[in-house]
């Protein structure tokens, strides 16, 4: 999936949920809202560092440099 798709469906899943917790609120029902906000937030940090996982690197990585010497022959 492309960086774009991934924010698009964070973002509606996102507005759905708030908008659940509105109306839930809305209606009397903070106790619902109350109960499940833990799980909303670790929702929230596990979408977060799935996405950064699927980002590429902002720089490039360095190719690893072999030592000058054999020091496993000392």
């Known amino acids: ?3 774009r798709q991934i924010l ?3 973002a509606t899943v996102t507005a759905l949920v708030f ?3 509105a109306v839930m609120t809305w209606l009397g029902q903070v106790v ?3 109960a ?3 799980v909303l937030g670790l929702t929230v940090v596990q979408i977060v ?3 950064r996982a699927h980002t ?3 720089s490039p990585r360095a190719a690893a440099v072999p030592d000058e010497g054999d020091d496993a022959a000392r």
Do not use: H, K
């Open 32 to 34: 619902a809202v109350a």
């Open 8 to 10: 698009l469906i964070v």
């Open 49 to 51: 560092r799935a996405v």
């Open 19 to 21: 908008t659940w917790s």
């Open 36 to 38: 499940l906000a833990p």
């Open 1 to 3: 999936m492309e960086r």
């Open 56 to 58: 590429p690197a902002s």
